[in-house]
């Protein structure tokens, strides 16, 4: 119903990877300690997620080199 | 008087920018270039304006005052989140957007939704809920300039005063520029912002003798420990958090800024840059926000500190107004600007009061869009550009920002900062509250107008009903909870000192949920009133979308 009737596989391995890294964000493995302090100063909980970031442009560029929308172009 | 001096050097160009954008388009006079600068924005402006007009003084003040207080959870509630799902909205999101407004000429969202749905006054709904919650973000601009310009210049100009000059310099580079003028703007500041980040963080270490001492202090404290950990948030609000960057998306400037790249290509390196761009700014706001609790050698931070341990050991004894006068006292909006003071030298100091100038000055695309929104979606729809034609549609644009700055001014002046700090929390969740619209109508066949009214009208009542609980009940101390409403025996909506929970939960998360519910199960309900075949091939043949 929310999708199209004609969902290409490909487009099922990037909504599943979309899903796999929100859920990536939940770190409940860090969630109660601050060390190791990374670099001596960034606690493990902020660096995880500065990671995180980082992670999320390199998802980003993997979705639009392999499934960007270039029929809107037309 | 030097910070002071810079910042009105800051004012001086990026009002001679609109100016130049002005002259740029003589000659030109349709609303198409005025509003969307003819749809031709390269992809470097497109990237940095899209992302300037997303950073409001939230990104750099608000976070860092934030991450003061609650500690390196900031980062994770609000800017990792973000890094993911606004990019992702603006790639099945934004290029569709485009995509419809170049083959149809939409010029606003709204537009896009009347055609979707076949709809006319729903679609009138639909601009006066979005305009609604877009105010305030205009409101606080305007004090925010005030307060920063009397903050900047050591009280030599008046709160009154200081919020006329921002003002009317974002109205006339708005005004002159249209969507160029604010386009190149916000270019301009978010280079600024990203510059700024790393020679602050660079500049304060120096003045600190390095972090990694101030971290170990830091953790020793039993107080301040927490805050480099997140044992004080549940994860299940730590969840909630992900809904609201949702809004991004169904923000009306944010949806305009999409219609304006000259290509679609361009949305490419937008959205791959953009968690880039959004981890350049918030991780030095949020790193500084929290090393800032140990730098008590600056006299206002150490007073802040004060503050919030006075709040947290004796606010169950407090008055209300007293504990609200703590609160307000231990506020870190400015431990930045405090840092500053404390550790660095003067002209960094003054190109921070540029910079959070241009913090505060992000309502420019707010009020352009207001502006193309009331042109477009009323002026022309009822009949205006028909009468009087495009140069006059522009022209009452123009008028529009004119009126609108002044209005905003003057409530500015007249009604007191809470109201719409209250305001700006919840339209955040009532745009996240909007985004199932867009899905509905780019995505699902079935949807039809009327249950694009229930999601529009759920969210109106959801975001009306929070405020008035708020305005009701004031917060508890920290740490407390006061319940409001019970459900065999669970507790379903707590007043706490940030705001208000449901289920534990940030209100934008059954906000959201029950408008998409809302959305099907009205137009399962409604399929009669489905569009047309002709319409619907616009959105989901092959030679449509």
């Known amino acids: ?74 | 008087m030097i910070p002071a001096i810079v910042v009105f050097l800051y004012l001086g160009v990026v009002l001679y920018i609109g100016i130049f954008a002005f002259r740029r388009a003589r000659g030109k006079s349709s609303a198409e270039d005025y509003f969307l600068a003819g749809r031709s924005l390269g992809p470097a402006v497109f990237l940095f304006s899209l992302f300037g007009a997303n950073m409001t003084a939230f990104s750099i003040l608000g976070a860092s005052g934030h991450a003061f207080a609650n500690g390196i959870v900031t980062f994770g509630l609000m800017a990792s989140s973000s890094a993911l799902v606004i990019p992702l909205a603006l790639f099945v999101i934004g290029t569709r957007l485009w995509s419809l407004g170049k083959r149809h000429g939409f010029m606003t969202p709204v537009q896009m939704f009347r055609d979707r749905w076949e709809c006319g006054h729903i679609g009138t709904v639909i601009f006066a809920v979005q305009a609604v919650l877009l105010v305030p973000y205009i409101v606080i601009a305007v004090m925010g300039g005030g307060t920063t310009l009397r903050t900047i210049s050591g009280g030599m100009i008046p709160f009154w005063l200081g919020g006329a000059i921002v003002s009317l310099v974002v109205m006339g580079y708005v005004f002159f520029g249209g969507m160029r003028g604010t386009a190149w703007v916000n270019t301009f500041q978010s280079i600024l912002f990203l510059m700024f980040g790393a020679v602050a963080v660079a500049v304060i270490a120096a003045g600190m003798g390095g972090f990694r001492t101030a971290m170990e202090s830091l953790l020793a404290a039993p107080s301040t420990a927490p805050l480099l950990s997140r044992e004080r948030v549940s994860p299940w609000y730590f969840l909630s958090y992900t809904f609201i960057p949702l809004s991004s998306i169904a923000f009306p400037h944010i949806g305009i800024f999409c219609l304006t790249a000259r290509k679609l290509t361009h949305f490419r390196k937008t959205i791959v840059l953009y968690p880039i761009c959004m981890l350049a700014i918030w991780l030095p706001s949020v790193f500084l926000g929290v090393v800032a609790n140990q730098a008590t050698t600056v006299p206002a931070i150490k007073a802040k500190v004060e503050a919030r341990a006075q709040l947290a050991s004796q606010g169950a004894q407090l008055s209300p107004a007293e504990r609200d006068r703590l609160r307000g006292q231990a506020a870190g909006d400015d431990v930045i600007l405090r840092l500053l003071e404390g550790y660095a030298p003067l002209w960094l100091a003054s190109l921070l009061g540029a910079s959070v100038m241009a913090a505060v000055m992000a309502s420019d695309s707010q009020i352009l869009a207001l502006s193309t929104m009331f042109t477009e979606d009323v002026f022309a729809f009822y009949g205006g550009k028909a009468r009087f034609g495009e140069a006059i549609q522009v022209q009452t644009g123009r008028l529009f920002i004119v009126i609108f700055t002044l209005v905003a001014y003057v409530i500015a002046l007249r009604l007191p900062q809470s109201i719409f700090d209250l305001a700006t929390q919840y339209s955040f969740a009532g745009f996240s509250s909007l985004a199932p619209l867009l899905v509905a109508a780019l995505f699902w066949k079935g949807s039809t107008r009327w249950g694009a009214l229930a999601s529009t009208l759920w969210t109106a009542m959801a975001v009306l009903s929070i405020a008035v609980l708020q305005s009701t009940v004031p917060a508890p101390p920290p740490g407390t909870v006061v319940s409001v409403l019970s459900i065999a025996g669970a507790q379903a909506v707590t007043r706490v000192t940030t705001g208000t929970l449901v289920f534990g939960l940030l209100p934008v998360v059954p906000m959201t949920i029950m408008s998409a519910l809302l959305m099907v199960i009205v137009s399962k309900l409604t399929g009669a009133t489905r569009p047309g075949k002709e319409t619907l091939a616009r959105y989901f043949s092959k030679e449509g979308l």
């Open chain 1, 1 to 74: 119903m929310w999708l199209p009737d004609n969902v290409p596989p490909m487009r099922w391995l990037g909504i599943l990877i979309v899903a796999v890294f929100y859920a990536l964000h939940q770190d409940f493995w860090f969630w109660k300690s601050a060390r190791p302090l990374v670099f001596g100063f960034l606690p493990i909980g902020l660096f995880y997620h500065v990671v995180y970031m980082l992670a999320s442009a390199a998802v980003l560029w993997f979705l639009v080199r392999f499934f960007w929308p270039s029929h809107l172009d037309k």
